[in-house]
Structures are given as structure tokens and as C-alpha cells.
């Protein structure tokens, strides 16, 4: 029997100064009539992604891992379920019947911001983002021209930044090893670990 899932998330407060926020996760199945679907009663918790506290932008990456860890925690039960389908008791005609439960993600539902994490995307509501879609050039500058002509971007320059924005530090050392003046080692180590900053920003 077919049983897809339907997730939901919405992140929410936890004291009065909405300081400590928690995300619970939510789930469904979408084989029942929408109006007892629509019913809280319909809902389970699958569990709960707390806050990561981070004290820095540098960390963003690392709160962004931490958030899908949790999420690869709480769904590792229906991936089990998926690889190895559960057996059911359902009611076909008046008759109670065995059947094995097959359990496809049909929908993840949530607001922006759940959706932005989810999909790893740079939250731009307020214009932070230097593009407002990964395929084209347009920027938040001309996003009201109606004239505007869309600039695809170059696949070239792409993965000229993408290189650039995941060079290790170890590729850093490697081309420090070849300056010999120890004022042009320190200055060119600067300006790398700015140029790949500022790539990773761009590239986010």
C-alpha cells in the first residue's frame, strides 16, 4: 500500500524574548482525506532541531551542517523504513488486511526560511545576496526593471570561483612556499584567505 509522507516544519520560540528558538518537525500521510489531514490530531512529532549557537559569520557554513545533521538524525528511521518496508494493518471493504507500507517523501511544506536552510540558500529577504537567482546575473538593483535584460552566468567563470572558493589551506601553503621575502608571504596569505572568503560569499 502506498502511504507518502508529507513533512512540515516552522521554526518557533521557546521563551518570551523568542531568544531560544526550536524547529519541530511534523509528519503526515497524504493517503487520508484532506479534512482529517487538515485536523492537528493527523500530525506526529518526528522530533525537534534545536538552535546552534554560532558567534560568527564564519560559522554560518557550520550551523548550516549542524541543521542537516539533526535533520539526517530524525529521518534515518524512514530511510530504514523505505529500504525495508514496514507491514500494516489497514481496513479494505470492512476487512482487515496485512500489507507492506511503501513510504515516498511526497512534500516537505514549511515557510521561507525553513526552505532556504533546507535547500542550502542565502537568505536575501532583505537584499544581502548579490543575485537573486544562481542562473542569472540580475541583482537586487535592477530586480523592479521591467527592461532588464537577464546575463546568464558564464559556466567558465563558475568554476573558475568555485576552484578559487574551495582552495585548502594547504593549497594556500603550496603557493606561499614559493615567495622568499617573508613581508610578501604574509601579505599574499592575506590577500588569498580574503579572495576566498569573498568567493565562498558569492558562490553561496
Not at 513510504?103 to 536552510?117: A, H, I, R, Y
Request: with cysteine; proline share 4%; net charge positive.
Amino acid at each position: 500500500i502506498m502511504l507518502p509522507i508529507i513533512l512540515y516544519l516552522d521554526k518557533t520560540g521557546t521563551d518570551v524574548n523568542q531568544r531560544y528558538s526550536l524547529e519541530p518537525v511534523l509528519f503526515s500521510v497524504a493517503a487520508i482525506p484532506r479534512e482529517r489531514r487538515e485536523s492537528r490530531h493527523s500530525w506526529r512529532h518526528l522530533g525537534f532541531i534545536p538552535q546552534k549557537q554560532t558567534c560568527s559569520e564564519d560559522e554560518a557554513s557550520s550551523d548550516l551542517q549542524f541543521y542537516h545533521d539533526c535533520m539526517s538524525y530524525l529521518l534515518d528511521g524512514l530511510r530504514e523504513a523505505q529500504k525495508n518496508p514496514p507491514t500494516v494493518t489497514v481496513k479494505l471493504n470492512h476487512v482487515e488486511v496485512q500489507k507492506r507500507a511503501l513510504l515516498p517523501m511526497m512534500v516537505v511544506m514549511g515557510d521561507q526560511l525553513s526552505q532556504d536552510t533546507l535547500c542550502g540558500r542565502l537568505k536575501s529577504n532583505s537584499g544581502g545576496a548579490g543575485r537573486v537567482h544562481r542562473s542569472c546575473m540580475c541583482s537586487y538593483l535592477h530586480i523592479d526593471d521591467p527592461f532588464h535584460h537577464c546575463k546568464k552566468v558564464n559556466i567558465n567563470t563558475l568554476n573558475w570561483l568555485t576552484s578559487q572558493a574551495t582552495m585548502s589551506d594547504d593549497d594556500i601553503a603550496s603557493k606561499l612556499s614559493t615567495i622568499s621575502s617573508p613581508k610578501d608571504t604574509r601579505d599574499t596569505k592575506t590577500f588569498l584567505l580574503k579572495q576566498r572568503a569573498m568567493f565562498r560569499s558569492i558562490l553561496r
